[in-house]
Each structure stands twice: as C-alpha cells, then as structure tokens.
C-alpha cells in the first residue's frame, strides 16, 4: 500500500476532476490518499457543470479518503468550511510522510 498525497491549486474544473478520478482509481488499489486543496483549489465545489467534480469528490471520501483545506486559503475567499481545515504545518507534514505526491 502506498501513501499518496494530491494537491489541487486550481479552481479549472477539469484540473479537479481528473484529480478525484485519480484519486479514486488509487483508493481502489487500495492506496491510502489524501486531497490538499490550496490557492483557488479550495473553489473545486463550484463546479455543476459536466465534470460533477462535486459527485467525485463525495465518492472519493465514502470511500475513505480524506480532503484538507488550506485555512487561509478559505478565509481569503470568504468562504464557509467545505471540508476539514488545515494549515500549512499539515501540509508540510502530509507532503513528508508521503510515498508520493502529485499536483493538479
């Protein structure tokens, strides 16, 4: 089993939903992963459109993985908690105890 952490700094819908795809294939290699969202990553919910980024990401956690968010990052955009909140100490340390980490 690895360790795998992707991180989400665009708001681009599909930069997003090919994150979550990828995330969701890796927990089905039974792959631990965990979603950073930073920047206007934290803006992924936004989308309704044809990339259901939202569906994805609710599958993505019933299926055990865990997203965080960057706290300031959400407090510059005067938005409400769309998911854990997190800092840049937690990042620092989820990046170090990872097998591999990729950037969307």
């Known amino acids: 089993m690895n360790s795998i952490s992707v991180v989400i700094s665009s708001n681009e819908p599909e930069k997003a939903w090919n994150a979550f795809r990828f995330s969701n294939l890796a927990l089905g290699?039974?792959?631990?992963?965990k979603v950073f969202l930073m920047?206007?990553?934290?803006e992924y919910l936004k989308d309704v459109g044809k990339f259901e980024v939202k569906k994805l990401s609710e599958?993505?956690?019933?299926?055990?993985?865990k997203i965080l968010a960057c706290g300031t990052c959400i407090k510059n955009r005067q938005m409400g908690d769309v998911c854990e909140i997190s800092n840049l100490e937690t990042f620092y340390k989820l990046v170090m105890e990872s097998d591999k980490t990729v950037y969307f």
Do not use: A, L, R, T
């Open 39 to 42: 920047n206007s990553g934290v």
């Open 29 to 33: 290699k039974k792959d631990e992963v």
């Open 59 to 65: 599958q993505f956690e019933e299926k055990g993985g």
